[in-house]
């Protein structure tokens, strides 16, 4: 049977959505967050797609996202960054925009240098917000980052790879 043949079978046109979806990346696209015209403002990316689930940090508009998946109930989980290190979770999806709605957004991300309160010549970007977890890089002191979010003194940054790790608000000026 021809393409045009298969094409015409209920189980043809499964079969070639099934293998888009697998060619394509079923879902993934690219968004921002977008908390309004306040740029201090930020959005919560939840463990998990619920108002009471706890928040793994709070993102400023302008943060990039990728859409991971639909989660249901006006939530979508998302991943922000790449490189050595990406952070993932769940946020409301009205405040997700994509395309050219993406474009009016405000940004509220902020670019930062690196300092050393310890009298070092570079710091560990962590992973995750505390000085006990594992380290993603070594960032020289006056490297700049980008600011995405926060979670208690703790700022989620950005570096040139698109990695996202945590330092302590006293190692950035």
Same mark, same amino acid.
């Given at each position: 049977?021809?393409?045009?043949? /298969?094409?015409?079978?209920?189980?043809?046109?499964?079969?070639?959505? +099934?293998?888009?979806?697998?060619?394509?990346?079923?879902?993934?696209?690219?968004?921002?967050?977008?908390?309004?015209?306040?740029?201090?403002?930020?959005?919560?990316?939840?463990?998990?797609?619920?108002?009471?689930?706890? #928040?793994? +940090?709070?993102?400023?508009?302008?943060?990039?996202?990728?859409?991971?998946?639909?989660?249901? +109930?006006?939530?979508?989980?998302? #991943? /922000?960054?790449? $490189?050595?290190?990406?952070?993932?979770?769940?946020?409301?999806?009205?405040?997700?925009?994509?395309?050219?709605?993406?474009?009016?957004?405000?940004?509220?991300?902020?670019?930062?240098?690196?300092?050393?309160?310890?009298?070092?010549?570079?710091?560990?970007?962590?992973?995750?917000?505390?000085?006990?977890?594992?380290?993603?890089?070594?960032?020289?002191? $006056?490297?700049?980052?980008?600011?995405?979010?926060?979670?208690?003194?703790?700022?989620?940054?950005? /570096?040139?790879?698109?990695?996202?790790?945590?330092?302590?608000?006293?190692?950035?000026?």
């Amino acid at each position: 049977m021809d393409m045009a043949g /298969i094409l015409k079978t209920a189980a043809g046109c499964a079969l070639l959505a +099934g293998m888009l979806m697998l060619c394509g990346g079923a879902y993934a696209q690219t968004a921002v967050v977008d908390n309004g015209s306040n740029p201090d403002s930020q959005l919560n990316l939840r463990k998990e797609p619920s108002t009471d689930a706890g #928040s793994v +940090g709070k993102f400023y508009s302008g943060t990039e996202v990728e859409i991971v998946s639909d989660a249901g +109930g006006g939530w979508s989980e998302v #991943s /922000i960054g790449g $490189g050595q290190n990406s952070v993932g979770g769940y946020m409301m999806s009205s405040y997700l925009k994509s395309g050219s709605e993406a474009s009016g957004v405000v940004d509220g991300t902020r670019d930062k240098q690196v300092v050393s309160p310890y009298g070092t010549q570079s710091v560990v970007l962590r992973d995750r917000p505390s000085n006990s977890y594992d380290a993603v890089a070594m960032l020289a002191v $006056g490297e700049s980052v980008t600011v995405i979010g926060v979670s208690g003194s703790f700022y989620f940054v950005q /570096i040139g790879d698109d990695s996202v790790g945590c330092l302590s608000g006293d190692e950035l000026n």
